[in-house]
């Protein structure tokens, strides 16, 4: 396999885009890519789009060639990739394959989600989407309810208290305040958080990541065109990594257990050959808080039933242990859906350029960014290394 | 780029399938496809899988994980690959490119569409979805109408009568016949087609694909597991290509050329190192009689306003000059949307194994799958050899 780099990034900010159509976010997401990067949009010879729902919310499909032609490159290879909210986590592994693979030099991995306009359907509607219509959607569960099941499960378990967990949503708060891109740019207390209306006991409002509109663009490059970087522009891919689950908690054996994480990872760290203490930075997905903790424990940086514990003993802060969501994380950067698992990428690597302003972490040269699909139907792992 | 090869192929027949819901699609292709292949399903690493409308259709996405679970294999990678009618194209390109890569030896190439029960949106909903929204489906067009557009351009520009286009549909009626998978197993008469219901005029009923249920897969290997074949089972995928066009009718010069075949072509011979003359056989992508002229053209088979010649002359027959869609093509094989890239595959790699029964061409060594989406806006071309 070819070696891939990341030589271009950027991204709208999250937030309700009134103003903004689909295409008119995908447009803007890729041209501060490619101005980042400095290369042309004659270079770009493959695109790839993560998005789940812009059939059943803007009635728009074929979101491959509608980019190409509002971006002025039709001519090129176009496609929409789609596992639910891995959506931007898969379309990143297709373009790294792109690459890797010797056929393309230059990939844009995009992500794009418009939730605050909806069509026809809603947004929780178009959510569910991501477990099994005839086992789960048609009885009237939401996704909000079934990390609920994970977040009550998880407590009755382990004996932790809901104000441990509750934490996670302040952590990323208190970090979504330095990011230009958050859309919640304000700190909240603990307090907040838990007297904050109950969406599905136990999860508070102020516990869901909200919903939003954006779009993230990564610019992938082979090591041929790499070479005419300085050092400090590029981020080497060192892993990518999917795997799947069993689509529906009911058929799982242990449901505070996503699986999925511990094979992508399992597989992202052969891949890459390094080790979990090699690990500088993450950023994980946590559209709950319940998923942050969980996701701590099944990538290996605490035992089950004990992630929380990082997150109280300020182990996943900047200066901590393992510093973990940097940039805001789901609950206050946001999470449009498809276009999550880019915005995650671009996190890791504003971090590894060292451009985190005063989030910047000291020193990291190691960073993962993980994505979930569904309640973990699908979850991806990529890892980066700064030259 | 290493070596890819196709040694399995399996396919749901085209239909109304009441009884079977996606998943179980899904499953049987996959199930005939493994089967043939003689592989198991431990050796299966990821999965992609070409589908345009089950959002809109059945209310489902997240067709990786569905799919993993349901066929038992829950941990291999897999996504949904989108690009409206092309939808399986890009799925196959993108399961190339995994292999190709090194990163995976065994992938399954799948497409599946259900259309025949709608969920709120009717089919012809759906598929303008693959137009610009905004633009286009907003203004009440539909896929017939455009084509229509194209079609009644066409005759005007170069003088040519509707009999010798719609000609396109007779022939491929006559190779279904022959073809267990194909939804209309029977002949039909130049009259019969001409005096069948307009639709959009010039549109008959008879010169349109029809809405049905399928599934296809193919499993793509590498090198090292290929050596276990007999190279009588066994194809080589000696390019695959994918190109964008500007999305829209209105926005483009000529209406008459998709532009998206040229380029796409191009891209598959100077991959494929092989010229024109060599392409054995052809299944192009007729949803409509005027597309199968227009394909053989912008292929470079005819000169632009004569491939109607080749069907009037007999050349795309099975002992012409270049034999074409002699599996019943979309008209009557059947065009479940994002099946039909993997169903065209699947023509190519039966004939080219000498297994095409009735229909099998003498002596074909080469053979071409091309896979449109929307109106030109997406083309992918996928050429094959055999060992």
Redesign the interface.
Known sequence: ?RRVYVCGIGATPIGEHWEL?LRDLMVLAAKKALEDSTLTKRDIE?VYIGN??S??L?????????F??WFGI???????????CASGG?AF??AF??V????YDVVVAMGVEKMSDGN??DVT??LI??????YV?FTGSSFVGLNALIYRRYMEKFNVKHEDIAMFAVHDHKYAVNNPLAQYRKAVTLETVLNSPIVADPLRLFECAPIGDGAAAVILCSEEVAKKYKSDRLVEVIAS????????LH?RKDIVTL??TK?AMNKALKMSKIDLKDIDIVELHDAFTILGVIHLEDMGFAEKGKGWMLVKDGEIEKDGKIPTNLMGGLKARGHPVGATGIYEVIDVVTQLRGEGGRNQVDDAEIGLAQNV??VG??VTINLFRRL
């Not at 001519?75 to 639910?84: F, L, N």
């Not at 989407?129 to 005839?134: F, I, L, P």
């Open positions: 396999m159509s493959a789940m729902s059939g059943i803007q009635g728009q499909e074929h979101l491959g060639s509608l190409a032609t039709p001519g090129v290879s176009a496609q929409k990739c789609e596992a639910a898969v592994h297709q394959l792109a890797a693979s010797g056929m026809t359907y509607s178009a989407m991501a477990d099994d219509q005839e959607a990594s999917v795997a799947t689950d069993i689509l529906s058929n699986n999925a094979l699909g569904g139907g699908t």
